[in-house]
């Protein structure tokens, strides 16, 4: 069939453009083996580098004595700390404003510290050199609790010793690095004083770690001749680490080029700069030859990013009848012994104010208090917007307290106090203005597709077993709303290290009618060669399949602040539209002249222009691409191509409605998810089967946190759970069947109406699992016990509650 008899359906079904579950294009490369991953990058007479790590937690480090390492054949330079400090890069600077050290200066912080750089032929012969260099530690004292930090006399940075200023105002203790104060403390402590009911608990988001499959690498290759840096590196932001190494190393930008390869998951992990990619930079610059560097799994585990580790200590009160009037939340933050924390300038605590979750709460107060320790810096969003998933979990857990307080069911508690669909835009106690949201309306269908009431009945009966000595089997109904905040700038509120959080699109129409799209983000499993395509489909007509889509190369993409926080579609996404309507506006004009009628003369039909009240007469975008170029137009330029770099007025406020049923054996602690169901709104949706992908992948992932998952310290600072032996990463044994489902509620400023999406099931889906467990033996007297619940702790909270006779 030709144009002419196709029908609009049949023509917008062939772009597979947006709503179309189309397969990802990505795959054929990715299941053939074919991927190009950091770790695959090979170039000529290509050394190799690998740290030497602080076995101590806490420790003056006397002296390194590298003599037995540069002995060993095919060792070709040991670096340490003094080697760095003439070119003034011993220390680097951090996301959050504060410094940390590259290679240990004079003391460690951490376990796994970086403390010397060993660059050999091979990256055996590297591992081998490592273990020759010999290091004298003094022991120092060792603070892994935070709490006991803000007492302890023990000075973590005494670089910072007598520094009452920090990098977000003033500091109370040489161990506290900021408090952030957001709402109205007054106010709010007046509203807990004069309510009829308050709940208080203690929740605590324990210390996890993204954990992506690939962990971090970079091979960094001065070309002394040309000048030119070229740094290949796992990272999620690769123009802004191209910033960053030109402001710190002194090399013109242009002169550095920055390229992502494929990244196999990133989770927040590699959004931060490590030790590792400037050692690399540097070793190649002294050695003159290409040096990759790539950590093992213990190592990323060890000493990368970790996520969350929040003691949130809450207050929320209420009417009697279940209204709730008031909320304060004061947060002790673990950052660990430097404050890296992945976070916008302005939000040393991330988005951690949208701990007002989906209700609407009239009065509110939050302060978080940063506080160093003996531990691994970091604190990225785990598959999360900044510090999210804490604030959910937080308001979560706070929302089903107050429902035991108030002796009311948790369903009804929630539905009394949700926002409702005409209150939006709202605005939040905290600060944030909602963009749109229809939760009773996803609540409602949420209770009915998993049959709330008989689930309730359900439960009831199953105590009255338990009692009766019938069964050893408790069953509980974890239920969540959370309303998520994703797509971060806007620049005037949103930057990282100056830089703002806008970004991009460059799209190239060639003559034939086929496109490459170019963007700021860079992709690491989320199928955006996919999906973007499919924006551009279905707003310029030409079909998905022939648009190829780069991310990732700094030499060639429009300057983008990267993918993390599930922005690429609210920021990037945007920007595509935009730059794809540039493109359309162009393309009426050629058109029009064409068809020789006026530009206001055509209007636009799916895939071409066509004249009105003349649909027959019309030029299609293949038509008009090949005219563009070949065509001598009066008054236009050749060439049919546009960028568009866009800073969004606001966020956007993807939300969602999870229900999980888990059976638990009261007497092993085992625990088994009889029933996953999650609903999620994240407006227009593009297209529908990765958006099941990425719930089926963050609900997994907050399985693993929620029910086993954590980076856990001994009282001398030794990582306890540092191989995947003890980090739990869910099997297909582990993990259950999830049932999907949705509401569409579009964002009215974004051009499209499309939210994010990658981050909701991990925000969503912890404190879905957790109150499960929570809801399992709230029948028994529970009100409050801490995450992960693994089979050991949950055959504590029976013990204690006296359920083992
Ligand atoms: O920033 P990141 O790519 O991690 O997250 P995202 O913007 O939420 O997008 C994750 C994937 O889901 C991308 O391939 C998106 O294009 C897709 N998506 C979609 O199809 N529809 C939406 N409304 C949101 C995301």
Redesign the pocket.
């Known amino acids: 069939m030709n144009d002419q008899t196709l029908t609009a359906e049949e023509r917008a079904a062939n772009l597979k453009g947006m709503g179309c579950a189309r397969k990802r294009v990505e795959d054929v490369r990715f299941t053939q083996g074919k991927g190009n991953y950091v770790d695959d990058i090979k170039m000529d007479g290509m050394l190799f580098g690998d740290f030497v790590r602080s076995p101590y937690a806490h420790a003056r480090v006397k002296s390194v004595n590298k003599e037995a390492a540069l002995a060993l054949p095919g060792v070709i330079a040991v670096l340490t700390a003094e080697d760095l400090a003439p070119l003034g890069l011993h220390w680097m600077p951090t996301l959050a404003g504060d410094k940390q050290m590259v290679l240990a200066d004079g003391k460690v912080l951490f376990q796994g510290q970086e403390v010397a750089f060993v660059v050999a032929e091979d990256r055996y012969i590297a591992a081998d050199a490592a273990e020759l260099v010999d290091v004298d530690y003094e022991e120092l004292p060792v603070i892994t609790d935070p709490f006991e930090s803000l007492k302890s006399d023990v000075v973590l940075r005494e670089d910072l010793e007598g520094q009452t200023e920090g990098a977000h105002g003033p500091r109370k203790h040489h161990n506290h690095i900021f408090t952030w104060e957001q709402g109205d403390k007054d106010a709010t402590e007046a509203v807990l004083a004069e309510a009829d009911v308050v709940a208080e608990e203690m929740v605590y988001y324990h210390r996890t770690h993204p954990c992506p499959l690939e962990t971090c690498g970079s091979v960094a290759s001065m070309d002394k001749v040309t000048g030119k840096l070229t740094l290949y590196g796992t990272f999620q932001a690769p123009h802004a680490i191209r910033t960053v190494v030109s402001l710190i190393s002194g090399i013109a930008e242009h002169n550095i080029r920055v390229i992502s390869p494929d990244i196999g998951g990133g989770f927040g992990n590699k959004v931060g700069a490590y030790a590792g990619y400037v050692c690399s930079v540097v070793a190649s610059i002294v050695t003159g030859k290409p040096v990759k560097w790539v950590e093992d799994r213990m190592e990323n585990l060890m000493s990368t990013a970790f996520a969350r580790d929040y003691w949130m200590q809450g207050k929320i009160a209420a009417t009697k009848e279940g209204k709730i009037t008031g909320l304060w939340c004061h947060t002790t933050a673990d950052h660990g012994g430097f404050d890296a924390c992945a976070d916008p300038t302005k939000f040393p605590a991330g988005f951690m104010n949208i701990c007002t979750g989906s209700y609407d709460i009239p009065m509110a107060y939050l302060a978080v208090d940063g506080v160093y320790t003996n531990k691994a810096p970091g604190g990225v969003a785990y598959r999360c917007s900044f510090r999210v998933t804490e604030a959910a979990y937080f308001i979560e857990r706070m929302i089903e307290v107050l429902a035991i307080k108030l002796n009311m069911d948790a369903a009804e508690l929630r539905r009394i106090n949700f926002i409702k669909a005409d209150q939006f835009p709202y605005q939040s106690a905290l600060g944030w203005e909602y963009d749109s949201g229809d939760y009773h309306t996803a609540w409602e269908k949420a209770l009915k597709a998993v049959d709330y009431d008989s689930l309730r009945a359900e439960q009831a009966q199953r105590v009255e077993d338990f009692k009766a000595g019938k069964t050893r089997k408790v069953l509980g109904i974890g239920l969540t709303h959370f309303t998520e905040i994703?797509g971060a700038g806007p620049v005037k509120n949103c930057d990282i290290l100056g830089l703002g959080m806008f970004d991009s699109c460059e799209i190239r129409i060639h003559p034939t009618g086929s496109a490459i799209a170019r963007l700021g983000?860079i992709?690491q499993g989320?199928?955006?060669a996919?999906?973007?395509a499919q924006i551009i489909a279905s707003e310029i007509g030409l079909p998905a399949d022939d648009i190829t889509l780069e991310e990732g190369d700094t030499d060639t993409a429009p300057y983008g602040l990267g993918?993390?926080?599930?922005?690429?579609?609210?920021v990037a996404?945007a920007a595509t539209a935009m730059a794809a309507r540039k493109i359309r506006a162009k393309a009426q004009m050629i058109a029009a002249y064409l068809l020789e009628v006026h530009d206001n003369d055509v209007e636009w039909d799916v895939d071409r222009f066509a004249v009105k009240g003349a649909p027959e007469r019309f030029k299609t975008m293949k038509e008009i691409a090949f005219a563009a170029y070949n065509q001598a137009i009066p008054g236009l330029e050749p060439g049919l191509e546009a960028v568009s770099y866009y800073d969004p007025p606001n966020m956007t406020y993807p939300f969602g409605a999870y229900i999980c049923v888990m059976e638990i054996d009261v007497d092993t602690g085992e625990w088994e998810v009889r029933q996953f169901y999650a609903l999620d709104d994240?407006?227009?949706?593009?297209?529908p089967m990765?958006?099941e992908g990425?719930v089926h992948g963050g609900v997994t992932e907050a399985l693993a946190i929620a029910m086993g998952q954590e980076i856990a310290y001994d009282e001398m600072g030794n990582i306890k759970t540092g191989t995947l032996m003890d980090f739990f990463i869910p099997t297909a044994w582990e993990t259950p069947n999830y049932t999907t489902d949705h509401t569409v509620t579009p964002s009215p400023h974004h051009p499209i109406g499309?939210?994010?999406?990658?981050?909701s099931p991990n925000v969503g889906g912890v404190p879905a699992f957790s109150n499960a467990v929570h809801d399992a033996f709230r029948p028994f007297g529970l009100v409050q016990s801490h995450m992960p619940h693994d089979h050991w702790r949950i055959w504590k909270i029976a013990n204690n509650l006296g359920m083992h006779g």
């Not at 499309?754 to 981050?759: D, P, R, T």
């Open positions: 994703v983000t992709s989320q199928g955006h996919t999906t973007f993918t993390y926080g599930s922005r690429s579609t609210p996404g994240c407006g227009t949706r593009i297209n990765i958006i990425q499309a939210k994010g999406v990658g981050e």
